[in-house]
């Protein structure tokens, strides 16, 4: 372990990142946001979080008091999943571990929201058969890849378009598992509709080759997105939901920049969500993957997208917004961004290696590098070993 010298650290203590902002019902007393980071720790079978790392790891991250803290894609069902290392929300089992991650984060006057995540087409069509469950997505046999459409093939799970019912019972699964999540102490919950997952399929038109009520128009690819959120926001409150989105992202196969209507589409739906928010039921805050980022299993600085940015927005939404991708390494577009007062930034990788990134931020302290290579290990290491900023000087880090 070392510092990265791939930029030059500036301090941005003094600009709008560490100004106090009202987001639901929490205020966060700075915009350095802990967004949602799949890590693969999660115990099998049962998808429960890691009994003995998972609490850890939120609670040093989660340090700097009135953070905002977003929770790794979580299963509302077990028929959402299809991954054995991510973990769930429907068991009393998951809702144990659950309780004592958002304690810890709690403990440390930072708030705890659960994203809810859904995994349709990219999830393991082998390891859902194995549990009796189908491989679904909008459409039927429209994969992902082709190593996705073998996969499939040889354990006899055919890609599944939901019916109707289906569409039906996933919507409760959301509701269901946004209970669980508020029961568990969560301050909220945020509806993952990015990266060529389940919603995310149902919103794009290269997996979306519905007939329905569900495909076809931008209003129809939309609908059952918006039913998840009408349905959360019934269930727990407006204050309490959130989405997050990614309109550039081609990861799962998705249309990105590619397809010049995909704007529109995300127009719409965003228009729909202010319109309801005129009504009364404002989300907490819409979340989006800014198109440095297209797939997030490259390194930074591969897969980026120049000719477009989430700048439209701004004049649909007039509620908060969270912006991810790549931010740690360009401070210099922090300070112009958060100069909107409506804005927190996402951290994404470098909060991974720096369970006190908010402070190195505002100090303008070196950061720690990261080791891709344990991201998504069943191991302690490269989870809850990173040091802080003077663990490392006692390390003699600044000698190297």
């Known amino acids: 372990m070392s510092f990265t010298t791939d930029f030059e650290p500036v301090s941005l203590k003094g600009t709008n990142l560490f100004k106090p902002l009202k987001v639901g019902n929490n205020t966060v007393l ?29 609670r040093q991250r989660s340090q700097r008091p009135g953070t905002l803290v977003i929770t790794e894609g979580t299963f509302p069902s077990a028929q959402a ?13 998951q809702l144990v571990e659950w309780r004592k991650i958002i304690d810890a984060i709690h403990s440390n006057k930072s708030f705890a929201w659960v994203q ?4 349709g087409r990219l999830a393991m069509p082998n390891l859902l058969a194995r549990d009796g469950l189908r491989f679904d997505s909008a459409t039927d046999n429209y994969y992902a890849s082709p190593e996705q459409e073998e996969l499939a093939k040889k354990s006899n799970n055919l890609q599944h378009g939901l019916s109707r019912e289906d569409i039906k019972q996933y919507v409760n699964d959301y509701v269901q598992a946004s209970k669980n999540a508020i029961s568990a102490g969560a301050d909220g919950v945020e509806i993952h509709s990015s990266t060529g997952f389940l919603l995310n399929e149902f919103i794009d038109p290269i997996s979306n080759h519905r007939s329905d009520e569900y495909g076809g128009s ?70 989006f993957m800014e198109p440095r980022v ?11 997208y120049n000719e477009g940015t989430i700048d439209f927005a701004y004049s649909i939404w ?9 931010y740690a390494i360009h401070p210099e577009v922090v300070k112009d961004v958060v100069n909107d ?60």
């Open 116 to 119: 809810l995540w859904a995994l």
């Open 294 to 304: 297209l797939d997030p299993f490259l390194p930074e600085g591969e897969s980026v």
């Open 81 to 93: 999943g299809g991954y054995d290392n991510a973990p769930g929300i429907w068991s009393e089992e």
């Open 341 to 400: 007062d409506r804005t927190i930034i996402g951290y994404g990788r470098y909060f991974i290696s720096n369970p006190d990134l908010v402070d190195r931020l505002e100090k303008g302290l070196p950061l720690n590098k990261y080791d891709r290579s344990y991201f998504y290990t069943m191991t302690a290491e490269g989870y809850i070993d990173y040091p802080t900023y003077a663990e490392a000087i006692k390390k003699g880090w600044d000698k190297k």
């Open 30 to 58: 700075h915009r350095a946001a802990f967004p949602p980071l799949t890590r693969m720790r999660a115990e099998s079978p049962g998808n429960i979080p890691n009994r003995e790392w998972s609490v850890e790891y939120y």
């Open 318 to 326: 007039k509620g908060v917004i969270i912006r991810t991708g790549n």
């Open 218 to 287: 931008i209003e129809n690819r939309a609908r059952f997105v918006l039913e998840v959120v009408d349905a959360v926001v019934d269930a727990i409150g407006a204050e309490k939901t959130a989405i997050r989105f990614s309109p550039y992202g081609n990861y799962g196969g998705m249309s990105g920049g590619t397809d010049p209507t995909i704007i529109a589409q995300y127009a719409y739906i965003i228009g729909e969500l202010e319109k309801r928010a005129k009504g009364g039921k404002r989300l907490a805050y819409i979340h």
